[in-house]
């Protein structure tokens, strides 16, 4: 991580460094997770309670889904570093990275002429509506222009 600054390393140390201690716990190989064990490693990350801030505190506190999604991002992409290196099957990457479809259009988008779906690959290509002169796609006579 020679581009990262030290700050950035430090937050990713701590992300990446939930993922053993959520495996070591629920028993599951660290290099093979299934659909299913990530999503439950995602659940974990909110439902289990954080360590108190301090000697004296009593408040029990929970990560955020925001924050969740932030340490699943980062252990996603250290597994995607470990198949690089081999330490990783390249079928575990594949489901990380599988292509995402709308199930239901929203209200501003729509599928065109062939009412096809749109195809998401990622954050990018997210749909950011309400700009001023965003007009909506031809063949939606049923929807008026922004």
Known sequence: MADRSPNTERVYAGRVALYPTYYVQSGMVWNRPG????????????????????ARSTAVRFRSKRTANAVLTTVFEFLRFGSVHGWVPQEVVA???EPKYLSFLPARLCGGRTGRVPHLSGPDDQFHGGRRGHRVAAGCPDRAAA
């Open 35 to 54: 659909f299913f064990e990530l999503g439950r490693f995602a659940q974990w990350l909110i439902t289990e309670p954080l360590p108190p801030k301090g």
């Open 95 to 97: 489901q990380l990275s």
